[in-house]
């Protein structure tokens, strides 16, 4: 358990409304992820932050933005969700220079 | 764009049978790691090998790489029904790896009691 938790697990919202998911860390990693997962897809890298204010876009960054004004918490935005954002998010954290990735429990997200 | 392509896409076979798993990827890597996520669950690291490593063992599970072949396997021997589950391999590249690892789609297992 690496103490990594996401909120809200499950959210149904409307097309064209913003949505934040939160991650929140408790053991001070520099590196955390977003990945998306959809049924023949695998995971899918959206964002990743190397620190404080320090983010990168990932494979499938459109339509999506982060935030991390502390290190405990990587935040993901959909500025205006649309139904191809339908999907379960996860958020990840490495230890280590291996980059084994520690995941959390996933938000399903509906978009209707 | 996907690295690592698992195959079979999905296996089932019977508890007590032994289960393998293939990976294929396109890059040079510095390791390359498996992963198992049990149903609406998130993934749980199961065993990395390394570049230089060609046999890794824990436990009931056994990994390989060819790296001239850029192909890797994961053997689970004796399988339980707790083993059913997704599967899927992940690389980090050469030199890289802060901008997160690169997933195949998975292979899911299911072990018939």
């Known amino acids: 358990d690496a103490g990594i938790t996401q909120s809200p697990r499950h959210k149904v919202t409307e097309t064209g409304t913003p949505v934040t998911l939160r991650c929140h860390q408790t053991e001070n990693h520099r590196y955390m992820y977003w990945y998306r997962q959809d049924p023949g897809h695998g995971l899918r890298l959206i964002h990743y932050?190397?620190?404080?204010?320090?983010?990168d876009k990932g494979e499938v960054s459109d339509g999506y933005s982060v935030s991390r004004s502390k290190t405990e918490d990587f935040l993901l935005t959909l500025e205006s969700a649309t139904s191809s954002q339908t999907s379960v998010y996860f958020c990840?954290?490495?230890?280590?220079?291996?980059?084994?990735?520690?995941f959390g429990p996933g938000t399903r997200l509906t978009v209707t | 764009s996907q690295q690592g392509e698992e195959d079979p896409q999905a296996l089932s076979i019977q508890e007590g049978e032994n289960a393998t798993m293939n990976c294929s990827y396109k890059?040079?890597?510095?390791?390359l790691q498996w992963y198992r996520q049990n149903s609406g669950r998130g993934l749980v690291h199961l065993i990395l090998i390394r570049s230089n490593e060609r046999e890794k063992h824990s436990g009931r599970l056994r990994v390989t790489l060819d790296t001239s072949k850029k192909s890797s396997s994961l053997l689970i021997t004796a399988s339980r029904a707790a083993d059913t589950a997704s599967y899927f391999c992940?690389?980090?590249?050469?030199?890289?790896?802060?901008?997160?690892?690169?997933f195949g789609k998975g292979t899911h297992l299911i072990i018939q009691p």
């Open positions: 990840a954290i490495t230890r280590d220079s291996t980059h084994e990735q520690y």
């Open positions: 932050s190397y620190g404080v204010k320090d983010t």
């Open positions: 890059t040079s890597i510095n390791n």
């Open positions: 992940a690389t980090v590249p050469s030199g890289g790896g802060a901008d997160g690892l690169t």
